[in-house]
C-alpha cells in the first residue's frame, strides 16, 4: 500500500479552543499560589560609578555597581578596564560590588571601566541583558622631569658655566631659584627662555677643586595635574685652585733678598 498518511505541519494556537472556546495558551503562565514563577528577564547594571573622575600619581577610584537583581556570578572578571587594572573587588551583597581602578604607570590619557556583555547571570541564569556606556577617567601619571645640562664641560680659573634647566612640562609657579642648591660655587638667577626652558650662570668658588653640584629635591614642583617632580642632580668638574710658579720664585726671592740689603 503505497498511500501517503496525511501530516500536519503547522497549526495556529488560535484555532485551537477548550469547551468554553477559550484559545490554546503557548506559555505557562506564572501562578504564585502553586510555587510557579517564571524569571526570564536578564539583570541589569543600574548604577556605575566612580569616586574620582582625575587620577594623578598615586591615586585610584573606587568603582561602584550595583545589579537590578541579585546574582552569584558577577565577579571582577566581569569588568574590563583600559589604562589600567582592577584591586580589592569586594562583594557588599549579591546585588552590589565594589572595587579599585588603579592607573598605569607614566600615562597621559583616559582611562575606562566597563562590563563585557553577558558576563554574568542573576539567580535564574538569565544573562545580562545588556552592558552599561563605560565609565571614562581622566588619567595623568607621568611624572614632570627636569634635565640638568651645562655648555662646559668642565671649569677652570676664571670660567662660568652656562647652566639649563630643561622641563618635560610646565609648572605650577614655574621654575624659581630659590628652589635650586648648589655646591662648589654659585648660581646666578634663572633667565626663562619658555615655560619649559630656564638659564643660569654657575661661578666657581675661588680655590675650589672637585665636582660642583646643582641639585633639584624630589617633589619640589608640581604639574598642572599636582604630580611632583623626580630629584634632579647634575656634576660639573672644577678646578680652580690657586698655582705657585715655580720658574718665578728665584727672581722673586732675589728682590726679596735685594731688598733687605
Do not use: M
Amino acid at each position: 500500500d503505497n498511500t501517503l498518511a496525511p501530516r500536519i505541519t503547522g497549526i495556529s494556537a488560535s484555532t485551537i479552543t477548550d469547551g468554553a472556546g477559550n484559545p490554546l495558551l503557548t506559555t505557562l503562565p506564572a501562578n504564585p499560589s502553586l510555587g510557579v514563577v517564571f524569571d526570564t528577564t536578564g539583570p541589569t547594571v543600574t548604577s556605575l560609578t566612580r569616586s574620582d573622575a582625575n587620577l594623578r600619581a598615586g591615586e585610584t577610584a573606587r568603582i561602584g555597581i550595583t545589579l537590578s537583581e541579585p546574582s552569584d556570578s558577577f565577579e571582577v572578571g566581569d569588568l574590563t578596564a583600559t589604562n589600567g587594572y582592577f584591586l580589592n573587588f569586594q562583594s557588599l551583597s549579591q546585588s552590589q560590588y565594589e572595587v579599585d581602578f588603579v592607573p598605569l604607570q607614566n600615562t597621559e590619557g583616559f582611562g575606562s571601566i566597563g562590563i563585557l556583555p553577558a558576563a554574568f547571570a542573576d539567580l535564574a541564569g538569565n544573562p545580562l541583558q545588556s552592558p552599561p556606556a563605560p565609565l571614562s577617567v581622566a588619567i595623568d601619571t607621568r611624572l614632570p622631569s627636569i634635565a640638568i645640562s651645562s655648555n662646559r664641560s668642565s671649569l677652570g680659573a676664571n670660567q662660568q658655566a652656562v647652566i639649563t634647566f630643561t622641563l618635560s612640562e610646565p609648572l605650577q609657579g614655574g621654575l624659581t631659584r630659590a628652589k635650586i642648591s648648589q655646591t662648589g660655587g654659585s648660581l646666578g638667577n634663572l633667565t626663562a627662555l619658555s615655560d619649559t626652558l630656564y638659564q643660569a650662570t654657575f661661578t666657581p668658588a675661588p680655590g675650589f677643586q672637585g665636582n660642583a653640584t646643582i641639585a633639584i629635591a624630589a617633589n619640589t614642583f608640581l604639574d598642572a595635574a599636582g604630580n611632583g617632580n623626580p630629584a634632579a642632580t647634575f656634576s660639573l668638574p672644577v678646578d680652580v685652585l690657586a698655582t705657585v710658579d715655580l720658574q718665578a720664585t728665584p727672581a722673586a726671592l732675589n728682590g726679596v733678598n735685594a731688598a733687605s740689603t
